[in-house]
């Protein structure tokens, strides 16, 4: 099984530290990038569109950030995806635990999942080995 690039897009420090940690125990990523808020991924993903090589495989989306939250960043990534000449697979990850956000992720056919924290190296195996990509 090919090694995927993992993008986290989160704001909290502290899971960041703990997610990245689970991302290199379940050694299924050959590498993985963290952004602070949306904004600063979206950046990231347009100067990177050009080479699939630096493009995520899958990333992991939290919804409530400052700067621009989750469901902006998938609407500004729907805006550009004609460019990008690679599938990328997102799942929104959050502790909420209100239905509407889960109903809401179910409107973006771009996000394939729903995950709550926190996340396991059993999540993230699963969604690498996963039919769907």
């Known amino acids: 099984m090919k090694q995927k690039n993992i993008w986290v897009i989160d704001d909290d420090p502290i899971y960041q530290i703990i997610i990245n940690k689970i991302i290199k125990k379940s050694n299924a990523f050959s590498s993985s990038s963290s952004f602070i808020n949306g904004k600063e991924a979206l950046n990231a993903l347009i100067n990177s569109m050009h ?3 630096l493009l995520p495989d899958i990333i992991l989306l939290d919804i409530n ?3 621009m939250d989750g469901w902006e960043f998938i609407e500004e990534m729907q805006n550009i995806k004609s460019g990008i000449n690679k599938q ?7 502790s909420s635990i209100a239905t ?8 973006f056919k771009d996000i ?5 924290k926190p996340v396991t190296a059993e999540d993230l195996i699963s969604i690498v080995s996963s039919k769907s990509h």
Do not use: A, Q
């Open 65 to 67: 950030m400052p700067v």
């Open 100 to 107: 509407e956000d889960k109903d809401n992720s179910r409107t």
């Open 88 to 94: 990328i697979i997102t799942y929104i990850v959050s």
């Open 51 to 53: 080479n699939n090589e």
């Open 112 to 116: 394939v999942g729903y995950i709550s």
